[in-house]
């Protein structure tokens, strides 16, 4: 069965930094993509960033020039480095990896079809 564990959330004040960490088990194989989305409440779920198994990366804007998306060398982890960070950022972190499907928005969440819990990231003015 394939679950995907977030880690790395919390409270941080504004300017702060956080990394968070998504562990992936349970693969036949790897995912084509993996991605960061976030949820404020009474909010739709955004794209914040996803990386190809190629390598490639996407950004959504709210976040360009601040967040680093990154893979494990095992392609079944992924980390979110935020920096700067704002009181806008405030949500709920979701890994999601694309199994054995492919789509040309990776920042679209009908692009997954595995999603992990979450983590709170909470940030303080």
């Known amino acids: 069965q394939v679950q995907l564990r977030e880690s790395g959330g919390g409270e941080v004040q504004a300017g702060g930094s956080l990394r968070l960490s998504c562990a992936g088990s349970g693969y036949t194989y790897n995912p084509n993509q993996m991605a960061w989305f976030r949820q404020a409440p009474g909010a739709e779920r955004e794209g914040v960033a996803a990386v190809s198994v190629d390598g490639g990366t996407w950004y959504g804007d709210s976040v360009k020039g601040r967040a680093t998306i990154s893979q494990g060398h095992d392609k079944k982890t992924v980390y979110l480095q935020m920096n700067s960070l704002k009181p806008e950022d405030t949500g709920m972190y979701y890994c999601?990896?694309?199994?054995?499907?492919?789509?040309?928005?990776?920042?679209?969440?009908?692009?997954?079809?595995?999603w992990g819990q979450g983590t709170q990231v909470t940030v303080s003015s």
């Open positions: 999601a990896a694309a199994l054995g499907i492919a789509s040309p928005y990776p920042l679209h969440p009908s692009s997954y079809n595995r």
